[in-house]
T-cell receptor, first 111, second 109 residues
């Protein structure tokens, strides 16, 4: 199995632009999680899906953030408009049983 | 809520040395997982260990759930072991993972 796949691996954009991060979970996993990692706040859970349905989005920082999971093999995290304080590494993780598997992350820099 | 605390926060080792990293967690943590984040930022599963002891090469982990702690042992450390080690606790529903602050390890040649 290829593991959790994220794209892009690096994204540099200017303030105000729309950013879309993509995730392909491990086949057969029914839960998908989006995390954000910053130096100041460490790893934070943004949102998670179970069977493609958003269960808890209380970690989503603002209305500028949105996430979708149109099918079991694909999810997106969108930031519109982006701001410099959104700069972070965004991880996607999937699981079927306890024990999560993380993707390589997307390093986002907003100038 | 879930509390996960790690110690020490920073650790410097000479190559070949052994080390023990500790993770304390609150009553509401059901299971425990250890991760290694390498210097390139990649998060790698090390152990899913709700209780007992597991070993994988030079790494082993022990969780004593009744006493709410877990230990990660690194033996004969290598420079490639450098990075940040996180433990994370799963809530009782099994769907939320809370990370500790991490132990930043540097292994010097």
């Amino acid at each position: 199995d290829a593991g959790v796949i994220q794209s892009p691996r690096h994204e540099v954009t200017e303030m105000g632009q729309e950013v879309t991060l993509r995730c392909k979970p491990i086949s057969g996993h029914n839960s998908l999680f989006w995390y954000r990692q910053t130096m100041m706040r460490g790893l934070e859970l943004l949102i998670y899906f179970n069977n493609n349905v958003p269960i808890d989005d209380s970690g989503m920082p603002e209305d500028r953030f949105s996430a979708k999971m149109p099918n079991a093999s694909f999810s997106t995290l969108k930031i519109q408009p982006s701001e410099p304080r959104d700069s972070a590494v965004y991880f996607c993780a999937s699981s079927f049983s306890p024990g999560k598997f993380f993707g390589p992350g997307t390093r986002l820099t907003v100038l | 809520g879930i509390q996960v605390e790690q110690s020490p926060p920073d650790l410097i080792l000479q190559e070949g040395a052994n080390s023990t990293l500790r993770c304390n967690f609150s009553d509401s943590v059901n299971n425990l997982q250890w991760f290694h984040q390498n210097p390139w930022g990649q998060l790698i599963n090390l152990f899913y260990i709700p209780s007992g002891t597991k070993q994988n090469g030079r790494l082993s982990a022990t969780t004593v759930a009744t006493e709410r702690y877990s230990l990660l042992y690194i033996s004969s450390s290598q420079t490639t072991d450098s990075g940040v080690y996180f433990c994370a606790g799963l809530n009782n529903a099994g769907n939320m993972l809370t990370f500790g602050g991490g132990t930043r390890l540097m292994v010097k040649p």
